[in-house]
């Protein structure tokens, strides 16, 4: 049967991680092994006087000491709670036509079909075992799929279907025996690895030292039966691929091309759309949805993307979910969760946003921040004088992303006024301050909780001229909106954007640099007027 030479292989060596337990629990017996000995011949009359007395008694001892840490090893490696993926779980009677699919799938396959299906805000797909809760039936379920939730929008039902079947043949080597216990043993021993880290920087010092025996052990191990734990799973994974070959193998091809296309769309849309909403307090409540949105756009734009938009006419993997929206919206959650360190759920301060309303929630109120920041800096920095060091800022973290508190009058507050002051230099004073401003204000957010997954930061810092750049963007925009009749608009690929007569002006970019980082602002006003912006005029900051 196909796969079952990659399976064959994965258990020889699952066998011999399987080993290395049985080495360490020999290991562990062997002084009790030495102390029975020596107490049996004392007993039947042999190996007496004074020396094999101590003997016999300091063995003992040891050993004792010995089978006392390695029960205390033992007891923290089989109760540990590995690390589990966060996600979205998709119960059967949520998405019906999804578990009949991938239980076809499974039946096709000739493998046991998953436990349950999940899905996660990233463009991959796993199986990931779950240990039973304390307390459970001890037994060896089937392990539960894990989907990013872009394939299920992007992918057609064809294409999710050949893309998963790698996967699901996994669960052929997850009901191994020899498998499951030497993957059990694994994640144990990386679960008490993370219990000492975590005990040695938290705990009391009395219990360190105890903390410090754990975290040897499980290294020790651990370097005992990596090469054979990493060659059980390149085996499994071509037991896997082998016997997923007789399915939908051109689609499978076809998937892969798709997996890269929704990994691009993704990591922009996160980047460039999610993550400013984010830092505004507002969470886009159909990412998934974005992504096909992005991709469209991205096809009509790249040539060498012609075609894709036409597979939108095929059926959808989302159909496959008995309400899409939901779904979405509580991925479109835990994604802000994991890459910004949102709350769990909405509130004043934390609330969704739709697509249709994501021009004037967020990118109109990023641009009016921004101004409004810039108007305080130029206020506080003058010509020739240095940064100040950052100060807490005086509006609290419920302002977040609502603008700033201005010190001058309304009528300072003109784009003509940035452009004089950035064309007579000075500019790095300016960037350092606004560079200060904005690590106070956005400071990355704790994870909330205990076991809280820690968040995952989509892009390095900004540099203080980055930011400058885009702080003088923002007012520009905000002049062009107050005095042009522009408008605030989306980008699926880029983000906020400026509409001039119904369409996005891609064209800013280059003036506003050549001030910031020349002083020369002849670019900059030719554009404004040929807009017909009125810099002098008082700007709208909140």
Known sequence: MAGEAGEAFARARALAVLRVRGAALTAALLPAAAAVLLHAAAATGRLTGDGWEAARWGVTGAALAVLAVSAAVAAVIARARPAVSPAVPVPEAAAPDLHRMVADLAETLQVPAPSGIELTPDCDSWLEDRRPVPGAVERRPAPVLVI??????????????????PVVAGTGAAADPE????????????????????????????????????????????????????????????GA????????????????????????????????????????????????AGVVAALTDLSRRDRLADGFESRLGERPACDLLEEPGVVDEAVSLLAARLFHGGARCAGPDWAPVSWARYPDEVVDRIWRAEAARLIRVLDEVRPGRRAAPAAAPEYGPSARGRGVLLDAEPGNATLARVIDRLA????????????????????????????????????????????LTEHVTAIVCCAAVDTAGAGAGLDWLDGPALVVDGARRGDLGWPVLRLVENGDAAPLRAWLSALGVRPEESLRLT
């Not at 880290?197 to 020790?220: D, F, H, N």
């Not at 909780?449 to 390095?460: D, I």
């Open 148 to 165: 990013g939730s872009p394939f299920l929008w992007w992918m057609r039902v064809a294409e999710l279907r050949a893309l998963l079947a």
């Open 179 to 238: 498998i499951f216990a030497a993957r059990r043993f694994v994640r144990g021993l990386d679960a008490a690895l993370a219990v000492a880290t975590q005990g040695r920087r938290e705990r009391s010092v009395l219990l360190r030292p105890a903390y410090g025996v754990l975290g040897w052990s499980a290294r020790l191990l651990l370097r005992g039966c990596r090469a054979h734990v990493a060659e059980m799973e390149r085996g499994v994974a071509a």
């Open 241 to 288: 691929s082998e016997r997923a070959q007789a399915v939908d193998y051109g689609l499978r091809i076809v998937a892969q091309e798709q997996v890269g296309l929704a990994y691009a769309g993704w990591d922009r849309l996160l980047t460039r759309v999610a993550l400013p909403a984010w830092r505004m307090g507002r969470w886009p409540s159909r990412l998934d």
């Open 424 to 467: 007579a230099g000075g500019s790095e004073e300016l960037a350092a301050r606004i560079g200060a401003l904005v690590a106070a204000d956005e400071r990355p957010a704790e994870p909330a909780g205990p076991g809280a997954a820690a968040v995952y930061e989509l892009m390095p810092p900004r540099t203080g001229r980055e930011l």
